[in-house]
Structure formats: structure tokens, C-alpha cells
């Protein structure tokens, strides 16, 4: 029976309590939150502190689910247990601080969209692709950027909270430094330092180039979708609300459930010593996407307009 301890117990550690809940040789040994907003568990032990919760529950796998200001750290002190760490969220948005320290090994970073259909494949064998669409389309109300959203150094832009999943994913396909950035950051609504719409184009040391169209404005249906072009001419759709489909059909798409059990399943697989999946990060993988969204925030240029001017 692998134990698991959830640190975070939020809008994300919910999602990730209810798919936890169930699995077959797993157990939930705690939860580690000073105010959780989820209904716990009938004799699930409810921490005050990660800490506190660490040294009582002796998990195998801990899960981190809380925001990226506090995340590193819980990630950091729960590996140094001998735990496996998943983290799903960039664990921070400081390039920086990702220079590696002993028990980063153990911890993993997987967006759950990248355990979806066939990317497990395109991972372990990558194509040559010479240009990489990364498409966002969804609507944030004013609501959703409460609390620690609100504020850049505590969340990051629509690249590290809303796109990162197709970015993060082309840059592990692309190789080479970022050798120029064509950006523009649009703020129409106000939202605090949230921004509505991000427009960019990254040309890469290595010949190829990404392409960013990303909003939370979008009155639209919502999508996440990520296009490669390949040098033999060939286009590859990675496809869903949130990339959920993978290179399959819409649907037939697994739930977000099935993805993060399949997230579960591979961290605790390599924590055992095996392979580990093609699907996971390691936390120096991730300062690479960290940095890129870094030189495109530097290097746009901000445009603040009326809402009725950019609908």
C-alpha cells in the first residue's frame, strides 16, 4: 500500500484529493493545509503545516498542490524525507531558483496534459519540428484572480498559470537558446497585474521557431492546443480544452482524473529506481521553460487599452 500525503488543500489540491481517492493500493495518509477549502475525508488527518504532517504520515509519495510562492520549499523539505515529490504548477516563477540542491532528484514536476494520448511516444522519440503554435483561448472572470493570483510575484502571467502546458511541451520538443523574442502583452480589463493576451514570437538557436497566441479574455469556447510542424511537412495536433486529447480524438480524450493517476503511478515508479517516464520533468528541465517565459515578459511591448477597444 503506497501512502501519499496532499500538501495544499485549495481549488487544485481538491482536484487532485478526488483523484487520489480510490486508486487501488494507494492511501491518502494526510492532509496538510492551515484552512482547507475541501471536504476531507472521514479519517483522513487533517496538518496544520507541512512539517507537522511530513514527520506524522511517513508518506511514500507527497503531492505538492499549493501556490508557487510556497510550493519549492514544500517540495524541497518533503524530498529530503526520502518521499517521492510531484508537483504539477511550476513549483515557482524564478528561473533562479531552480539551481539544483540535494533531493531534487526525487522530485518531479508533471503537468498532467502531457500524459495524454501518444505524447508519451513523441516525448521519448521527438520529431524534427521547425515551428511549434502554441494556442490559448479561455475567459477569466475577475473571480478567478483572487488571493494569490493577483499578483506577479506570486502567480506569474497567462504563460506560467494558463499556456505553460503547450509551452513547456514545444520547448521540450525544440531544442537551442532563445535568440530573439517578438512579444506584445496586452492588459484590457484591468485585473490587477494580470494580463488579457499574449502575442509572441521566439526564434531559437537551433533553427526553429515558437509561435504564442494566448488570452483569458477569449468570449469563446475554451482551448489549449498546441500545432508542430514537422520538416517533412507533416502537422501534428496535440488537441483538447487543455491538451487532454493529446494526438487522439476529442473524444476520446481520458479524464483529468485518469491523467493525474497516471501523473501518481509514474512519479512513485520512479522513485523505485526504474526508467522514469517520458511524460515527468525533473526540476532542471523546468528552468528552461521558466526562462524562456522570463525573456518574453522582459522583452514585450505592454499595451494597456480599453476592454471595449481589444473584444
Given at each position: 500500500?503506497?501512502?501519499?500525503?496532499?500538501?495544499?488543500a485549495g481549488?487544485?489540491?481538491?482536484?487532485?484529493?478526488?483523484?487520489?481517492?480510490?486508486?487501488?493500493?494507494?492511501?491518502?495518509?494526510?492532509?496538510?493545509?492551515?484552512?482547507?477549502c475541501?471536504?476531507?475525508?472521514?479519517?483522513?488527518?487533517?496538518?496544520?503545516?507541512?512539517?507537522?504532517?511530513?514527520?506524522?504520515?511517513?508518506?511514500?509519495l507527497?503531492?505538492?498542490?499549493?501556490?508557487?510562492?510556497t510550493?519549492?520549499?514544500?517540495?524541497?523539505?518533503?524530498?529530503q524525507?526520502?518521499?517521492?515529490?510531484?508537483?504539477?504548477k511550476?513549483?515557482t516563477?524564478?528561473?533562479?531558483?531552480?539551481?539544483?540542491?540535494?533531493g531534487?532528484?526525487?522530485?518531479?514536476?508533471?503537468?498532467?496534459?502531457?500524459?495524454?494520448?501518444?505524447?508519451?511516444?513523441?516525448?521519448?522519440?521527438?520529431?524534427a519540428?521547425?515551428?511549434a503554435?502554441?494556442?490559448?483561448t479561455?475567459?477569466?472572470?475577475p473571480?478567478?484572480?483572487?488571493?494569490?493570483?493577483?499578483t506577479?510575484?506570486?502567480?506569474?502571467?497567462?504563460?506560467?498559470?494558463?499556456?505553460?502546458?503547450?509551452?513547456?511541451?514545444?520547448l521540450?520538443?525544440?531544442?537551442?537558446?532563445?535568440?530573439?523574442?517578438?512579444?506584445?502583452?496586452?492588459?484590457?480589463?484591468?485585473?490587477?497585474?494580470?494580463?488579457?493576451?499574449?502575442?509572441?514570437?521566439?526564434?531559437?538557436?537551433?533553427?526553429?521557431?515558437?509561435?504564442?497566441?494566448?488570452?483569458?479574455?477569449?468570449p469563446?469556447?475554451?482551448?489549449?492546443?498546441?500545432?508542430?510542424?514537422?520538416?517533412?511537412?507533416?502537422?501534428?495536433?496535440?488537441?483538447?480544452r487543455?491538451?487532454?486529447?493529446?494526438?487522439?480524438?476529442?473524444?476520446?480524450?481520458?479524464?483529468?482524473?485518469?491523467?493525474?493517476?497516471?501523473?501518481?503511478?509514474?512519479?512513485?515508479?520512479a522513485?523505485?529506481?526504474?526508467?522514469?517516464?517520458?511524460?515527468?520533468?525533473?526540476?532542471?528541465?523546468?528552468?528552461?521553460?521558466?526562462e524562456?517565459?522570463?525573456?518574453?515578459?522582459?522583452?514585450?511591448?505592454?499595451?494597456?487599452a480599453?476592454?471595449?477597444?481589444?473584444?
Open positions: 500500500m503506497k501512502r501519499v500525503l496532499l500538501i495544499g481549488e487544485v489540491g481538491a482536484k487532485h484529493l478526488a483523484a487520489l481517492s480510490g486508486i487501488p493500493g494507494v492511501l491518502v495518509v494526510g492532509v496538510a493545509d492551515p484552512a482547507p475541501v471536504d476531507v475525508p472521514r479519517g483522513v488527518p487533517v496538518f496544520a503545516s507541512w512539517r507537522s504532517a511530513l514527520s506524522a504520515a511517513t508518506p511514500d507527497v503531492v505538492v498542490a499549493t501556490p508557487p510562492g510550493a519549492l520549499a514544500a517540495a524541497r523539505e518533503a524530498a524525507t526520502g518521499a517521492a515529490v510531484l508537483v504539477e511550476p513549483c516563477t524564478e528561473p533562479a531558483a531552480l539551481v539544483p540542491q540535494p531534487d532528484g526525487r522530485i518531479f514536476v508533471a503537468f498532467q496534459p502531457h500524459f495524454a494520448p501518444g505524447l508519451n511516444a513523441l516525448l521519448a522519440m521527438p520529431p519540428v521547425t515551428r503554435d502554441v494556442l490559448l479561455v475567459h477569466r472572470d473571480g478567478y484572480f483572487r488571493g494569490w493570483r493577483r506577479y510575484a506570486d502567480a506569474g502571467g497567462i504563460l506560467h498559470q494558463q499556456a505553460i502546458h503547450g509551452l513547456a511541451l514545444a521540450r520538443l525544440l531544442p537551442g537558446d532563445v535568440e530573439m523574442v517578438n512579444a506584445t502583452v496586452t492588459h484590457s480589463r484591468g485585473l490587477a497585474e494580470t494580463e488579457d493576451h499574449v502575442i509572441a514570437v521566439l526564434a531559437l538557436s537551433g533553427g526553429a521557431t515558437v509561435q504564442i497566441n494566448a488570452r483569458v479574455d477569449h469563446g469556447p475554451p482551448a489549449h492546443e498546441l500545432i508542430l510542424h514537422l520538416t517533412d511537412g507533416r502537422r501534428l495536433h496535440v488537441r483538447g487543455n491538451l487532454e486529447a493529446g494526438l487522439g480524438e476529442i473524444a476520446a480524450a481520458p479524464t483529468h482524473e485518469e491523467l493525474r493517476r497516471a501523473m501518481y503511478a509514474a512519479a512513485l515508479n522513485a523505485e529506481g526504474h526508467p522514469a517516464h517520458p511524460c515527468l520533468f525533473s526540476m532542471t528541465a523546468l528552468r528552461r521553460p521558466l524562456v517565459i522570463d525573456r518574453v515578459y522582459r522583452d514585450a511591448r505592454v499595451v494597456r480599453a476592454y471595449a477597444a481589444a473584444a
